[in-house]
T-cell receptor
């Protein structure tokens, strides 16, 4: 069974640009969550999608948005990039909605975004 | 607001020793707690998941305990090996915040 895949793995963007990251969950998983990981803040929850609907959102500005498609694949978009957006962006999928557990999250390898 | 703390931030131990990693959380209203391992530049690998009604979970050389009332969890690693070197993160699903909150991790180095 294929794991969670994320594309691209590495990305370099300039301040002010926008970026779209993609996440393909494990087959059959309908919940996809996104996280930002930085050395200073650690892992922080961005949002979760379940059955194409945003189920929950973390404390990030509106520049961070996402969506989920009918095949459960998810995309995350960051507009007007800032230097502080440089981070490892991880997505995780689970079989059931994370509030409807028992759940277990399976993580992808992440996308390393560098903003210059 | 739920906060998760992991102490120490880094730990080095000789190969073969047993060790304990600690995780504490401020709000006992959790759905479950999960321990992860992260290798440098990689994603997270789930190690153990403990439901709030459970006291412990075991997988191979790993044993995780949960004391919800005191807001503590421990991850016990028996007979450590160099391959165990990684960052270990704990995460709680907070009922009140309705989201998963991670600690900042313990960076473990097993000395050959």
């Amino acid at each position: 069974k294929a794991g969670v895949t994320q594309t691209p793995r590495y990305l370099i963007k300039t301040r002010g640009q926008q970026v779209t990251l993609s996440c393909s969950p494990i087959s059959g998983h309908r919940s996809v969550s996104w996280y930002q990981q930085t050395p200073g803040q650690g892992l922080q929850f961005l949002f979760e999608y379940f059955s194409e609907t945003q189920r929950n959102k973390g404390n990030f500005p509106g520049r961070f948005s996402g969506r989920q498609f009918s095949n459960s694949r998810s995309e995350m978009n960051v507009s007007t990039l800032e230097l502080g957006d440089s981070a490892l962006y991880l997505c995780a999928s689970s079989l059931v909605h994370i509030a409807g557990g028992p759940y277990e999250q399976y993580f992808g390898p992440g996308t390393r975004l560098t903003v210059t | 607001k739920q906060e998760v703390t992991q102490i120490p931030a880094a730990l080095s131990v000789p190969e073969g020793e047993n060790l304990v990693l600690n995780c504490s959380f401020t709000d006992s209203a959790i759905y479950n707690l999960q321990w992860f391992r992260q290798d440098p530049g990689k994603g997270l690998t789930s190690l153990l998941l403990i439901q709030s009604s459970q006291r412990e979970q075991t997988s191979g050389r790993l044993n995780a305990s949960l004391d919800k009332s005191s807001g503590r969890s421990t991850l016990y690693i028996a007979a450590s090996q160099p391959g165990d070197s990684a960052t270990y993160l704990c995460a709680v699903f907070s009922n009140r915040d309705d989201k998963i909150i991670f600690g900042k991790g313990t960076r473990l180095h097993i000395l050959p």
